[in-house]
């Protein structure tokens, strides 16, 4: 039975995360900062650990703790045995079975609960549609707007951006994926038709975590078109290419 959660990461949702859990009865411990003396207490002590999602590793460390915070393998080394791991993207089965083996722990992946992947794309969907329309100096409904990728993440933005009156683009690698953006109400292209309507796209968004827009794609676009990177690492925008054109 789980009663001690150790919360780790220090940012607002993490802290709510704790207050709820609080208010649901669980024993509750964060782990803020990688520097805590007492850390490795927290951790042994907890059934199931808690990390942010989507987890994503720089260099190997742990996001959301101060100073850098704490190597995942260094966490790993003080969980009890059977303790639960609850992550999501970014801390995948593949990777971690190296460390599975050396400590026996139990991964679960937030994502495989497709109420919670979901909602998950629909809050950031949300913020997403949001950050564009702050960014625009126009009205959506005066505007192309291209969607790279039509995973639930971009279908979630697509059909805000529609209910708003934008006129949408999706630019996809799968027919499927093309056949789908077309049912809900988008122009759909391949990923190499892209340069041929670049020229008439106001707003591109990419939520493909690989590069398919590159110099070439990049310079097709207005020089005024606002580029907005959903995506995780590698990001689908080649970044530097995009300063360059700045």
């Known amino acids: 039975m789980i009663r001690n959660l150790a919360v780790v990461g220090g940012d607002r949702r993490m802290e709510r995360m704790a207050r709820l859990l609080l208010q649901d009865g669980f024993q509750v411990e964060q782990i803020r900062n990688g520097r805590e003396e007492d850390w490795r207490e927290k951790v042994s002590r907890a059934d199931a650990l808690l990390l942010p999602y989507p987890f994503s590793q720089?260099?190997?460390r742990i996001p959301g703790w101060e100073n850098g915070g704490e190597s995942i393998e260094s966490l790993f080394q003080y969980v009890k045995p059977q303790t639960l791991i609850?992550?999501?993207r970014g801390v995948e089965k593949e990777n971690l079975?190296?460390?599975a083996s050396k400590y026996p722990y139990l991964l679960k992946d937030y994502e495989e609960d497709p109420l919670f992947a979901q909602r998950n794309a629909e809050i950031s969907a949300e913020a997403a549609v949001?950050?564009?329309m702050t960014r625009s100096r126009r009205m959506l409904d005066e505007q192309n707007i291209l969607v790279v990728g039509?995973?639930?993440f971009a279908r979630a933005i697509v059909w805000r951006l529609k209910a708003l009156g934008a006129r949408v683009w999706v630019a996809a690698r799968w027919e499927k994926s093309r056949c789908c953006a077309m049912q809900d109400g988008a122009q759909a292209i391949s990923?190499?038709?892209m340069v041929?309507?670049?020229p008439e796209i106001q707003i591109v968004i990419n939520t493909v975590p690989a590069v398919v827009i590159g110099p070439g794609e990049l310079s097709c676009f207005p020089d005024d078109a606002l580029l907005l990177e959903l995506a995780s690492p590698p990001y689908g925008i080649h970044l530097s290419a995009a300063v360059d054109l700045e």
Do not use: T
């Open 58 to 60: 720089k260099e190997g």
């Open 86 to 88: 609850m992550a999501g």
């Open 97 to 99: 079975a190296d460390s």
């Open 130 to 132: 949001c950050e564009v």
């Open 150 to 152: 039509y995973g639930r």
């Open 191 to 193: 990923l190499e038709q």
């Open 196 to 198: 041929h309507i670049a």
